[in-house]
């Protein structure tokens, strides 16, 4: 009882709020971000990038989630985060997936709408959606120069043009958010954002959300921003508990003992997050 991405999405959309992509790393980033979810009664997008699948598994991916989902009220979804190749993409498909990213973004903008398109007519042809990105999100967040900002950030009329020629359900947009900690304080080009949203009344996703102030996510949410990725931010909460514990008990060797507080601590960050996005209550 997963459900397509694009459902959750386009009631995000008309509505105005937006839906967390929150990454599932092990069994204690599901649970934490499941209960905190479904406590909330907000709908979800779990995602998992290539290396977390490698590091799971993927049918244990699969079979985490619908334990996670077996009994749940709430609209949950299962993507594929970054996909890299239409292999990949299939592969997930294949084992259940909901919903799949494919990431062309680093490629030549032809060569980017050739394999979305790709993408998008096997996924859409079994009910599975797409995101695709245009423009590039950086990997460590270092001060853009106005022109790199046009060569890296999202072109409105390309992205116009892109999902015309690609189908894609949802666009993850670069307007100066980056993967991971940021060493300066990010500045999101929220002209741009407008400016796309106004030429593509269209799901938008924001990538590198973590470490971003809360007052800016809720700006770029209210100007159009429907699916928020975030993963950093849990991965230190989950992280900064277990030292705490160390720290109090060193001798600790019981994994229940640091990782259940370290599980506590992703659901409440993920109750925060669904809070900054707007989602609670609209399961
Ligand atoms: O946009 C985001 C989240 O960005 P954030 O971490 O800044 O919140 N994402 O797409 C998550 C990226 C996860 C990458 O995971 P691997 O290390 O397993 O490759
Ligand atoms: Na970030
Ligand atoms: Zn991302």
Known sequence: NL?????????????????????????????????????MNSPLILQTSEGAIKYIGIDYVIGMVEAATKNTTIPVALHLDHGSSFEVVMKCIRHGYSSVMIDGSHYPFEENVRLVKKVVEAAHSVGVSVEAELGKIGGTEDNVSVDEKDATYTDPDEAVEFVERTGVDALAIAIGTAHGVYKGKPELDFDRLTDIKSK?????????????????????????????????????????????????????YDPRKYCGPGRDAIKAKVKEKIKMLGSQNKA
């Open 200 to 252: 593509l009344d269209m799901p938008l996703v924001l990538h590198g959300a973590s470490g971003v102030p809360t007052e800016d996510v809720e700006k770029a949410v209210k100007l159009g921003i429907n699916k928020v990725n975030v993963n950093t931010d849990f991965q230190q909460a989950f992280t900064e508990r277990i030292k705490e514990i160390f720290d109090e008990k060193p001798d600790l």
């Open 3 to 39: 459900v397509p991405m694009a459902e959750i999405l386009k009631k995000a959309n008309k509505e105005g709020y937006a839906v967390g992509g929150f990454n599932i790393n092990n069994l204690e980033f599901l649970q934490g971000i499941i209960e905190a979810a479904e406590e």
